[in-house]
């Protein structure tokens, strides 16, 4: 268990929906990152929160969107879906936002668009 | 434009024999690389991360390898175990260290131990 909890682990919806993915660091991890997996690209980043405030950007859509809230847990906004947006979104956390700090990873959400 | 190639993409071994996964990246500046193992269904656990000045990062069964003049990087898993079966992602990190990183992942390799 890596200490990192993602919610909900299955969600299934239509094109053009907005969901919210929701996901609880490691307690004492500062930094968030958001990934997604889909069959044909592999994990690609999206964005990195560090104490509530962005610190990185990746491969991510201007449909999506994220926060870092107070309490360090963060939210990844996914809108105007999709089918191309199925895919498994990953969050992971490390201690602070150091390039050499270990990540750990939830289980992931699986989104699945109809 | 940064890259990382792993080869190869899928492979079988019998449980119990060794095997050696490759790493070829094209990532500059670079920070660090870094094993993943992802079980089907579950998110990447981390192996090893390595920096420019290592060379050499075991963990358990694992040992992974870095050369930064010729930009490889090999996993080696030694006496396999059914529970090795999972996909292997190699990720380089470029970036100035301490500050937030750009993140560049190969597609894996899929990992089979049969008996």
């Known amino acids: 268990d890596s200490g990192v909890t993602q919610t909900p682990k299955h969600l299934i919806t239509a094109t053009g929906q907005r969901v919210t993915l929701r996901c609880s660091p490691r307690?004492?991890?500062?930094?968030v990152y958001w990934y997604q997996q889909s069959l044909d690209q592999g994990l690609q980043f999206l964005i990195q929160y560090y104490n509530g405030e962005e610190r990185a950007k990746g491969n991510i859509l201007e449909r999506f969107s994220a926060q870092q809230f107070p309490d360090l847990h963060s939210e990844l906004n996914l809108s105007s879906l999709e089918l191309g947006d199925s895919a498994l979104y990953f969050c992971?956390?490390?201690?602070?936002?150091?390039?050499?700090?270990?990540?750990?990873f939830g289980d992931g959400t699986r989104l699945s668009i109809l | 434009k940064n890259q990382v190639e792993q080869s190869p993409q899928s492979l079988i071994i019998l449980e119990g024999k060794n095997c050696t996964l490759q790493c070829n990246y094209t990532v500059s500046p670079f920070s660090n690389l870094r094993w993943y193992k992802q079980d089907t269904g579950r998110g990447p656990v981390s192996l090893t991360i390595?920096?420019?000045?290592?060379n050499t990062k075991s963990n358990g069964r694992y040992t992974a390898t870095l050369d930064a003049d010729t930009k490889q990087s090999s996993l080696h898993i030694t006496a396999s175990q059914l529970s090795d079966s999972a996909s292997y992602i190699c990720v380089v990190s470029g970036g100035v260290t301490g500050t937030a990183s750009k993140l560049t992942f190969g597609t894996g390799t899929r990992l089979q131990v049969t008996l």
């Open positions: 307690s004492g991890d500062l930094s």
């Open positions: 992971a956390s490390s201690v602070d936002a150091g390039a050499n700090q270990p990540q750990h």
């Open positions: 390595m920096t420019f000045s290592e």
